[in-house]
Nanobody
């Protein structure tokens, strides 16, 4: 069994910052690409960012590019998402995910095998 547990969500004012963490347990995730998805009420789940297993390649959705930074520490089996310049439209439940490659961690993530439970990020105006 593998588990992904997110933390770091909360309430923040527009323009503020949050750092999300995702801790993996049960198995090491050094061989997996990892990423973040989010889902707002009434909207489809969407990819936010992804990172290759080696950490040398990253992907960001157009809506967060330049504001968010994804990183990982394979020795600690932990994934991070640094979110700066937050906007009200960033409000959503954010999910940590792991898969076979960064391409799998785009779009809606329907083929992604491993998911966390999610952490709520609320950005007030």
């Amino acid at each position: 069994q593998v588990q992904l547990v997110e933390s770091g969500g909360g309430l923040v004012q527009a323009g503020g910052s949050l750092r999300l963490s995702c801790a993996a347990s049960g198995r090491t995730f050094s061989s997996y690409a990892m990423g973040w998805f989010r889902q707002a009420p009434g909207k489809e789940r969407e990819s936010v960012a992804a990172i290759r297993w080696s950490g040398d390649s990253t992907y960001y959705s157009d809506s967060v590019k330049g504001r968010f930074t994804i990183s990982r520490d394979n020795a600690k089996n932990t994934l991070y998402l640094q979110m700066n310049s937050l906007k009200p439209e960033d409000t959503a439940v954010y999910y940590c995910a792991a898969g076979s490659g960064v391409l799998q961690l785009r779009g809606t993530g329907r083929s992604v095998p491993y998911w966390g439970k999610g952490t709520l990020v609320t950005v007030s105006s």
